[in-house]
């Protein structure tokens, strides 16, 4: 093989690999900013106190926790390592509305406020 075509070849190689490691980058990034709004959100729920914002904070904290155990998904698919949740409650469950609902579907915080 001519040696302009090795080097094309190594070339090539080397920017799919860069493109690559950019991208698992990004990914850990987004896992990271995910996480934050994840913990922000369920701050939120811990200390909102008007009724009419419990269900925006429900959702809020739900939306979150989806897109990071789909962000997480992803990540295990490409075999990278994640650092552990630093704020996340360990084996946090799903959280829903029921959880959140009293036995005549009203939320246990606006009944406790």
């Not at 690559?20 to 990034?29: C, I, M, S, V």
């Not at 995910?34 to 419990?54: C, F, G, K, S």
């Not at 897109?67 to 990278?80: D, G, N």
């Not at 946090?92 to 915080?109: C, E, P």
Request: charged fraction near 35%; include cysteine.
């Amino acid at each position: 093989m001519k040696p302009i075509l090795r080097w094309a070849q190594c070339k090539r190689r080397t920017r799919e690999g860069n493109e690559a490691e950019r991208e698992r980058a990004e990914l850990l990034l987004e896992i990271r900013r995910t996480r934050d709004e994840w913990m922000r959100a369920q701050h939120l729920l811990d200390n909102v106190v008007e009724p009419e914002l419990i269900d925006h904070a429900i959702y809020a904290v739900q939306a979150a926790q989806r897109k990071y155990e789909y962000l997480m998904k992803v990540a295990r698919k490409q075999h990278l390592s994640v650092p552990p949740e630093e704020g996340l409650v360990r084996g946090a469950a799903r959280t829903s509305a029921a959880d959140f609902q009293g036995h005549d579907g009203v939320t246990a915080r606006s009944k406790s406020r």
